[in-house]
């Protein structure tokens, strides 16, 4: 088994997978509102001062770090990437 990071961790342009959403009731609402869910591909793309930019299903979103902390990860190699 991959070991898991926090999505915070994971560097810029590397795809991976969601594994867990390490929050509570109302932020784990909201991040499947925004399609971030469990077994979802994500890719990081920048990390500025206090939020990370990531994109998924082709839409971007900024998270805040500590919303990027708590958002379980695996890298992901060998898959076509689906980002632009």
Do not use: D, H, W
Not at 26 to 51: A, D, F, M
């Amino acid at each position: 088994m991959k070991s898991q990071m926090p999505l915070a961790m994971s560097p810029p342009g590397q795809s991976c997978r969601i594994c867990e959403v390490c929050a509570g009731r109302g932020l784990k609402r909201r991040l499947v509102e925004l399609g971030l869910t469990p077994n979802s591909i994500i890719q990081p793309l920048e990390c500025r001062r206090g939020c990370l930019l990531v994109s998924i299903n082709g839409t971007r979103y900024a998270l805040g770090r500590g919303m990027a902390n708590k958002i379980m990860v695996q890298p992901v190699y060998g898959e076509v990437s689906q980002f632009g």
